[in-house]
């Protein structure tokens, strides 16, 4: 089981570099930097389906999620997706 990480308040964009979590408070379990400013992240949310991996935008909003029940199809469709570049 994933220990929850205290929920660190943002700013509206989030320096994807650095951040813990996201604006709507997803936790950050893995993340990769595109190239062009851009993320795949793996997080936490919360749900029926608590895993998701997100595209963001330069400004490190989220979009373009994948949901799943199980950690270990979310972590498959992440590296999936860092491979094709989203």
């Known amino acids: 089981m994933i220990d929850t990480i205290e929920r660190i308040e943002q700013?509206?964009?989030?320096?994807?570099?650095?951040?813990?979590?996201?604006?709507?408070?997803?936790?950050?379990?893995?993340?990769?930097?595109?190239?062009?400013?851009?993320?795949?992240?793996?997080?936490?949310?919360?749900?029926?389906?608590?895993y998701v991996t997100w595209a963001t935008d330069n400004?490190?909003?989220?979009?373009?999620?994948?949901?799943f029940t199980r950690l270990d199809c979310a972590e498959n469709d992440y590296c999936k997706r860092v491979e094709r570049g989203f």
């Open 59 to 67: 400004q490190g909003r989220a979009y373009w999620g994948h949901y």
């Open 11 to 50: 700013p509206e964009t989030v320096d994807m570099t650095v951040a813990n979590s996201l604006p709507n408070g997803a936790q950050i379990l893995r993340r990769y930097n595109t190239g062009m400013g851009r993320y795949v992240v793996l997080c936490v949310w919360r749900g029926v389906q608590p």
